[in-house]
C-alpha cells in the first residue's frame, strides 16, 4: 500500500495538465482502478486483516482524492498566471495625442453640403461607383453613339473573354443615381446624391478620381426659379456670405432641357478667393430641368411630374472655400497637408452651430 501511495502522489505530482490526471485518476482510483483492485481483496482476508487493511484502503483513496484535486486547482492556477502574463497591459501609459486623426476636407465638405441641403428637406443617396453603361449612359439619354461618352474619358471595365454583354464603368459622374433613386422611391422625390466618380484626367485641377454631388428635385410645379432659390441657398450657407450673385449660362447636357451651367461671382486679389464680390465668375455646377426621358427611364410619367437636377464638384468647392491650390494633394495621403487642412473629427457641421468652426 505505501509502494501504491509512493507510485501515485509522485504521479500526480508530476502531471503536466488536466488531461494527464485524468489518466492518473481513472488508473489509481477509477471503478477499475488499482485501489479498486486492492478492495476487492478485502474477501479474501480474515476479519481481523479486514479490519486493518480496509480502513487503510479508504484513507489511501481519500488521499489520493485529495492530492488530485489539489493538482487540479493548482494547474488551473497555473494557466491562469501564463494568461495574465501574456496578456498583460500597462494601463498607466500615457494616451494618444487627442488630434493625431483628422478630417479631410472631402468628408468636412460632405457633410456640410449634406447639413445644408437636409434643412431644405433633401435626403442622401448612394448608388454604386461601378455601374452599368445602362446607368451611367443610356438612362440618362446618352445612346451608345452620342459624342458625350467620349467626352467624359470613361474607365471601361474589362470583360472576360468571350462575354459580349456591354461593359460595366466606373461612374463618370453621380448622375445614375438620379435614376437609381427615381426607381427606389417614385415621385416626389428630394435627395441629393455625394459620391466618388471617375474619369482618365490628370493636372492640378484634375484627378481620375474624384467627388460630386448630384441633386434632384422632382414634383408637380418644379421649375427653373426653384433651381435658382436653392443653389442660391446653398452658395450663401457654404461659404458663409450674407449676398452671392449667381450667373446662369445656357448651356448643354443630354440629360436635362433646358441645361445651365451656373458660375458666382468672386474676386482673386492677392491670390485669395473672395466670394460674393469682385468681376470674377467661376463655373461650380451644371444644372438644369430633367429631360422628360430621364424622367421615364426611372419609371416617372414626365406628362405628370417635372423636377430640376444638379451636379456639382466637391473637390472644387472644397479647394475655393479653404484656399487649397492643388487637387492632386487631396489624394496624396500626406500626413503634413491632412493635418494642415484636416478638422477636427467630432466637430460636426450643421447651419445653427456653424458649418467650418
Ligand atoms: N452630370 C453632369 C456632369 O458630370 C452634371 C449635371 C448633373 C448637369 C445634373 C446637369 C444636371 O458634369
Not at 40 to 68: C, S
Not at 271 to 280: A, Y
Not at 291 to 303: F, M, N, T
Amino acid at each position: 500500500m505505501d509502494d501504491l501511495k509512493a507510485k501515485y502522489l509522485g504521479d500526480i505530482a508530476e502531471a503536466a495538465d488536466e488531461a494527464a490526471l485524468e489518466t492518473i485518476r481513472v488508473a489509481a482510483v477509477g471503478k477499475k482502478g488499482e485501489v479498486a483492485l486492492k478492495m476487492r481483496e478485502l474477501g479474501k482476508m480474515t476479519p481481523e486483516e479486514r479490519q486493518v487493511a480496509g480502513p487503510a484502503l479508504n484513507a489511501l483513496k481519500d488521499e489520493i482524492n485529495a492530492a488530485l484535486a489539489a493538482k487540479k486547482a493548482a494547474l488551473s492556477d497555473a494557466a491562469l498566471d501564463e494568461r495574465l502574463r501574456t496578456e498583460w497591459l500597462d494601463v498607466t501609459l500615457p494616451g494618444r495625442p487627442s488630434r493625431a486623426g483628422s478630417l479631410h476636407p472631402i468628408s468636412q465638405v460632405t457633410e456640410e453640403v449634406t447639413a445644408i441641403f437636409a434643412e431644405m428637406g433633401f435626403a442622401v443617396a448612394e448608388g454604386p461607383r461601378i455601374d452599368t453603361d445602362w446607368y451611367n449612359f443610356d438612362a440618362l439619354n446618352i445612346p451608345g453613339h452620342h459624342p458625350a461618352r467620349a467626352e467624359m474619358d470613361t474607365f471601361y471595365m474589362a470583360r472576360e473573354d468571350g462575354d459580349n454583354r456591354p461593359p460595366h464603368v466606373l461612374r463618370t459622374h453621380t448622375s445614375p443615381v438620379q435614376i437609381r433613386s427615381m426607381e427606389a422611391h417614385g415621385a416626389p422625390l428630394r435627395v441629393i446624391c455625394p459620391g466618388g466618380v471617375y474619369r482618365a484626367d490628370y493636372d492640378q485641377t484634375h484627378t481620375p478620381m474624384f467627388h460630386q454631388v448630384e441633386g434632384l428635385a422632382i414634383d408637380k410645379d418644379i421649375s427653373m426659379a426653384n433651381l435658382k432659390w436653392v443653389l442660391e441657398e446653398f452658395v450663401k450657407s457654404y461659404f458663409e456670405v450674407d449676398d452671392v450673385e449667381l450667373r446662369f449660362r445656357a448651356s448643354h447636357f443630354p440629360f436635362t432641357e433646358p441645361s445651365a451651367e451656373v458660375d458666382i461671382r468672386c474676386s482673386w486679389e492677392g491670390g485669395t478667393l473672395k466670394v460674393g464680390e469682385g468681376d470674377d465668375w467661376l463655373e461650380i455646377l451644371g444644372s438644369g430641368m430633367v429631360h422628360p426621358k430621364v424622367l421615364q427611364a426611372g419609371g416617372i410619367d414626365p406628362e405628370q411630374w417635372q423636377g430640376f437636377a444638379f451636379g456639382m464638384g466637391i473637390d472644387r468647392i472644397a479647394m475655393l472655400k479653404y484656399g487649397i491650390p492643388d487637387l492632386r494633394a487631396f489624394f496624396d495621403s500626406d500626413l503634413r497637408w491632412l493635418r494642415h487642412y484636416g478638422f477636427a473629427a467630432l466637430d460636426v457641421p450643421t447651419l445653427r452651430g456653424g458649418l467650418s468652426r
